[in-house]
């Protein structure tokens, strides 16, 4: 019997725990779950289904992978990979209409201004 190994999962963590899971032996059945995409496709989120039987196997893989998950991701500039963005605390008025709902970016290293 297939058990949902993780849940609500983007379709590139879903690809990634998926390689993981086969680097450790254990199949696994990338399914769409979730509510549908816009209009009336697949679902948004994606689970992995694996074996009953593979739970044991699979438990480090699958702990590792959302501990990996939960933590977050350092900030990166989009243009050189450089860390260390700082928020933009005065944004010009066409940065702001262009860009609103989201935070602007600066990065020390370039000086580009990126959106997050």
């Known amino acids: 019997m297939l058990v949902p190994a993780a849940q609500f ?5 879903a ?6 899971l086969k680097e450790a032996d254990v199949d696994a059945l990338v399914k769409t779950c979730g509510p ?3 209009p009336f496709g697949d679902g948004m989120y994606y689970q992995l289904l694996i074996e009953e039987a ?8 699958v702990e590792a992978f959302e501990q990996q998950r939960a933590t977050p991701q350092a900030l990166r500039c989009s243009r050189c990979r450089a ?10 008025w066409w940065q702001r209409l262009y860009y609103a ?15 997050v």
């Open 9 to 13: 999962l983007s379709y590139a963590e």
């Open 15 to 20: 690809v990634v725990l998926y390689q993981q």
């Open 36 to 38: 549908p995409s816009f």
């Open 54 to 61: 593979d739970v044991p196997l699979a438990r480090e893989t």
């Open 83 to 92: 860390e260390g963005a700082t928020p933009l605390t005065k944004p010009k």
């Open 101 to 115: 709902g989201t935070q602007l970016h600066k990065c020390p290293n370039c000086g580009a201004v990126f959106p």
